[in-house]
């Protein structure tokens, strides 16, 4: 009987091991499926976590989605406002009074690129710096300040110095509202944004004769500048791109922000078809008590008998287009032109 009882034990002691290692082998089965799973997740969002740019220097793994934010660079400042994305410092002095950063007491201000204070981009900590245009000048300065942020520089360059500034603005528009579409997970937002662009592109386009002469000027501080063919400020590119016939063309013109010096008789000499006017004192919010540039024109004795202006046929850029060089600012300007070429 003692026996018996021993080996009932010794097959209860057998039975009972066998269940601990089949329920061991399930638990390890499913805790290499749940690792596995885990791990894969985990993959994912390491490679959703940022994203490769390519900007004016190169290449730059950006994060996405990123918290602390300083933008620098007066093409993205209406893109960024109309995504709802926060930011945490810009230069307020070169901005239009009316993109929500400026009025909000909680973004810091970098001040006017002549004379920024850089250390208040160290002070917010950034993850990422967006450079370009005016600030373009202090890249290097902005990646030391600030080792651990993706610094990205999306200017494009379409000054006197641009072999295709037409070409280069276009691409450039697009290229970088795509980088900050990846960056902001804003992708169909951006998608938009350049259907818009190729769209008010085409219109202008279309509603050209080919054979009319176009003069561009920038009125700053009640005075004319000329916005040369290709180079000048704003409207120079845009010859490129609509194959314009310049009513004038001066040899050594430049991309300066006041344009060429001209005189109102050489204006009056060339009569040109269609004046393209740059307000740059309305984009700058120093200078509201500035004549505005529709003033200017139709004060200037000079002008009155051109074509341009007996017949109405002036395009003003919108008012805060110098400050605000945004994508959203060219669609709108190419609409505007569409429809005064078209009427």
């Known amino acids: 009987m003692k026996r018996f009882r021993i080996f009932k034990l010794s097959i209860l002691v057998v039975l ?29 969002q390491v490679n959703e976590d940022t994203v490769e740019i390519t900007d004016a220097h190169g290449t730059v793994s950006v994060p996405v989605n990123p918290e602390n934010v300083v933008a620098l660079d007066n093409r993205t400042f209406e893109t960024l406002a109309d995504w709802g994305i926060d930011l945490a410092a810009v230069p307020k002095p070169v901005m239009p009074a009316d993109i929500s950063y400026v009025g909000d007491d909680s973004v810091q201000d970098v001040g006017n690129h002549r004379e920024p204070n850089l250390e208040v981009i160290a002070a917010v900590d950034p993850d990422l710096v967006i450079v370009g245009q005016r600030f373009s000048g202090y ?90 063919p290709q180079s000048g400020r704003v409207w120079g590119p845009l010859y490129d791109i609509f194959e ?58 000079a002008l009155q008998n051109i074509t341009a202006v007996t017949e109405d046929k002036i395009v003003y850029a919108p008012d805060d287009t110098y400050t605000n060089e945004s994508i959203q600012t060219f669609i709108e300007l190419f609409e505007e032109i569409a429809n005064a070429l078209a009427n």
Not at 16 to 44: H, P, Q, R, W, Y
Not at 244 to 262: C, K, N, R, T, Y
Not at 263 to 278: G, K, R, T
Request: charged share 25%.
């Open 244 to 301: 314009w016939s310049p009513a004038l063309e001066v040899d050594g013109s430049s991309s300066d922000h006041e344009g060429d010096d001209i005189s109102v008789e050489a204006i009056a000499q060339s009569n040109p078809d269609w004046l393209f006017v740059l307000d740059r004192d309305a984009g700058v919010s120093s200078t509201e008590d500035a004549t505005p540039a529709q003033d200017v024109i139709d004060n200037s004795p």
């Open 16 to 44: 009972f091991a066998l269940v601990l290692m089949a329920c061991s082998d399930s638990t390890n089965n499913e805790t290499e499926e749940v690792t596995g799973e885990v791990s894969e997740d985990v993959t994912e």
């Open 139 to 228: 890249y290097e300065d902005i990646k030391a300040l600030v080792p651990n942020a993706a610094v990205i520089d999306l200017n494009f360059d379409v000054s006197e110095e641009a072999a295709t500034p037409g070409e280069n603005l276009i691409n450039g528009f697009k290229d970088y509202t795509i980088a900050l579409g990846e960056i902001f997970d804003k992708t169909e937002e951006a998608a938009q944004l350049i259907s818009d662009f190729d769209q008010a592109i085409e219109d202008v386009k279309s509603a050209y004769n080919g054979a009319d002469t176009v003069m561009s000027i920038v009125v700053s501080g009640g005075g004319i500048g000329f916005s040369a």
